[in-house]
């Protein structure tokens, strides 16, 4: 009996197996937004209230870009956010404003505080854990906690986020290699949080990670 052919065959499905569990997740998670006030009393509440919107769409492409749409924000709200990684550039674009703010993301902007880690709740059938860094930023004088859950799916490449330097983007991707199931934002005053509702496997187009043209850009 010749074995070659089935050595073969056995390879080849292993090989294949592994290139497909690694692959970089490729589509768009759907997240719930809710916003919870600690100081009822919080100057432009109505701002706040109306600046995330109720429901955030990621984008994600095997590029390593990211795309992040807002939905029913206020008048003053966010509209989106775009990583581009092969200029490791984070812009930014708020609705009243007919400016892109943009920056380079290779630089940590907050001050290191202290993190820990755990497990938590069931989210979308998977087990998660959390990561949870407590900072400090000091252009805007303000503490920052962001705890991040995640369940190691769907897999991202953290090869293709060692760039991403700021927030700790790149340790988180790191740990978890995957997206966050459920983010908590606490700036102090209020915590917003973004619970994935959906997750979808999908081809997204190229013009999805292109920033519209004819809109002036500023560096922030």
Request: proline share 3%.
């Amino acid at each position: 009996m010749n074995l070659k052919p089935i050595i073969f065959l056995v390879t080849l499905i292993v090989l294949t197996s592994g290139t497909i569990k690694n692959k970089s997740f490729e589509g768009v998670i759907t997240y719930k937004t809710d916003i919870k006030f600690i100081n009822e009393n919080i100057k432009f509440r109505a701002y706040h209230e109306g600046k995330f919107g109720d429901t955030l769409k990621v984008y994600y492409n095997k590029e390593g870009d990211i795309f992040k749409k807002y939905y029913n924000t206020g008048d003053q709200g966010y509209d989106f956010n775009l990583y581009v990684n092969s200029k490791n550039n984070y812009y930014s674009k708020w609705k009243n404003l007919d400016t892109i703010y943009h920056y380079n993301v290779s630089e940590q902007s907050l001050e290191f505080i202290s993190s820990t880690t755990g497990t938590s709740e069931n989210i979308l059938g998977k087990e998660c854990k959390y990561i949870q860094i407590e900072a400090y930023e000091p252009k805007g004088k303000q503490s920052v906690i962001q705890k991040y859950y995640y369940s190691g799916f769907p897999y991202l490449d953290p090869e293709l986020f060692k760039g991403f330097e700021d927030f700790y983007t790149n340790s988180f991707m790191d740990t978890a290699k995957s997206p966050f199931m459920k983010m908590e934002l606490d700036l102090g005053d209020y915590i917003v949080t973004y619970t994935a509702v959906k997750i979808e496997s999908k081809t997204v187009s190229l013009s999805k990670f292109q920033l519209p043209k004819g809109i002036p850009q500023k560096i922030y």
